[in-house]
């Protein structure tokens, strides 16, 4: 019998959290904090840079330590986002989380444009003395020399999980314009679900800016999961649940992929490769689609994704 190839790391690992919809927390802002450790977010991101107001950074950053220590987060992925690591202020926040009493469980780096970047942020979040598992890296990718770079910047370190997306940043840096339909940025968001795949990376797309327009945060959403995305960024609230339930397959297409897994191998079993199912030829690149579906599923915790009945 034909074996199915394994899915890519991505798709499946058990070591990956879900990171469907990340949201933004202001960290010198412990109500909103506390407020997010209870909504249904995969990670909730303690913002030290952009969030924060310049002469806020020094007290935003005592603010993230007293929240990873205080709050509880349950089982929702802490993240702190930090100044850019070539600044100063970027080395103060490592500095503080590298000897933080709880470290977060990841460490957002904004601005990213070389791989030695990743590195050096990985070193310095090194454990020393303790055996505590040192943060994962997730890498923002907004601005042309770190698009132009995702290659070697996708390859940097083993703690790297995901690549993130972006544009307003992106947009500001190559001195484009924003429009809705996105055109102008199409290329480098592509860029970034395509090197992310290549390297077994997850992929989580740009904040929807527009806080008014639900449709246009669902319509930005189905697009960022058809280019491959596996998670999109959140800046308020009230996008969680548009983004969850585009990002969590229904139960309709988790059935549909389960047959169309189930046909597959009873067709190789039977030395067939290619098959017809609901009128339309069945092949490998189909079979990957249903897998990813599944997958998807199963790291959103969708019940008895496992049990076919």
């Known amino acids: 019998m034909k074996r199915r190839p394994a899915p890519s790391p991505r798709d499946g690992s058990p070591g990956q959290r879900p990171r469907r919809v990340l949201l933004f927390c202001p960290a010198d802002e412990p109500r909103k904090v506390e407020k997010a450790a209870r909504l249904p977010v995969d990670g909730v991101i303690l913002d030290l840079e952009d969030g924060v107001a310049p002469g806020r950074k020094d007290a935003a950053r005592e603010s993230a330590l007293v929240c990873l220590e205080k709050v509880d987060f349950g089982r929702r992925e802490v993240i702190v986002r930090i ?69 070697s910047i996708a390859a940097a370190h083993p703690r790297l999980e995901a690549l993130v997306f972006g544009a307003e940043d992106l947009c500001g840096d190559v001195g484009g314009v924003r429009t809705p339909e996105g055109r102008e940025i199409l290329y480098a968001r592509s860029a970034v679900a395509l090197h992310g795949a290549a390297a077994g990376l997850q992929t989580i797309d740009t904040p929807y800016v527009d806080l008014q327009n ?93 049990d076919p009945s």
């Open 83 to 151: 100044n850019p690591v070539g600044t100063s202020a970027g080395r103060r926040d490592l500095q503080a989380l590298a000897g933080a009493r709880r470290r977060p469980d990841s460490c957002l780096l904004p601005k990213v444009e070389s791989a030695a970047e990743v590195r050096r942020a990985a070193v310095a979040l090194a454990p020393t003395r303790d055996r505590r598992r040192p943060p994962a890296l997730l890498a923002l990718l907004e601005s042309s020399r770190g698009i132009v770079r995702l290659e």
């Open 214 to 306: 639900a449709e246009g945060l669902r319509v930005e959403t189905r697009e960022a999961l058809a280019l491959g995305y596996t998670g999109k960024l959140a800046i308020h609230p009230s996008q969680v649940d548009p983004i969850l339930e585009i990002l969590t397959p229904s139960a309709e297409a988790i059935v549909a992929a389960r047959r169309l897994v189930e046909e597959y191998d009873h067709h190789v079993a039977a030395g067939r490769g290619v098959f017809v199912l609901d009128g339309k030829m069945v092949d490998h690149p189909m079979l990957r689609a249903a897998e990813a579906v599944l997958a998807r599923a199963r790291r959103s915790g969708v019940p008895s994704i496992d």
